[in-house]
């Protein structure tokens, strides 16, 4: 059994496709029309058969309550791991990108946090032998 696809909602699919492939550099791996909205799926370039991130439509009021209360309690629905955060920081940050914790150690890792832009916070992460 292995981990293929998981999914974050967003508030509009297509501000979502943007930031995720234009800022965040991800690659589109489908997009595809279902009725109203889109199965958008992206990729890191990194390992692009690993693993995709749905963009799913936060249009059930279920799933747009529990994105609003992530949000307004500060807790990232998803960690993305990087090789140098203090360049993904300034990377990111020069794109316009808006960051609520900047890099700070936490135990063995360093963690950021930015919102998405969609509706969400989205911790980045440096593990230890990455340093």
């Not at 981990?3 to 550099?25: A, C, N």
């Not at 747009?64 to 309690?73: C, R, T």
């Not at 700070?104 to 930015?114: I, S, W, Y």
Request: aromatic letters at 8%.
């Amino acid at each position: 059994m292995r981990i293929k696809l998981t999914s974050i909602m967003v508030d509009d699919q297509e501000k979502g496709l943007r930031f995720y492939t234009e800022v965040l550099g991800f690659k589109k791996k489908h997009d595809i029309p279902v009725g109203e909205y889109r199965w958008i799926t992206v990729t890191s370039p990194e390992g692009p058969d690993d693993l995709e991130l749905a963009l799913e439509p936060n249009a059930n009021p279920a799933g747009k309550a529990f994105q609003d209360a992530m949000l307004s309690q500060g807790i990232p629905v998803a960690a993305f791991e990087v090789a140098d955060i203090a360049g993904e920081f300034a990377r990111l940050t020069a794109a316009g990108v808006a960051f609520t914790r900047p890099p700070a150690k936490a135990g063995p890792v360093t963690l950021a946090v930015f919102v998405d832009t969609c509706g969400n916070l989205i911790q980045l992460y440096q593990p230890p032998s990455a340093a």
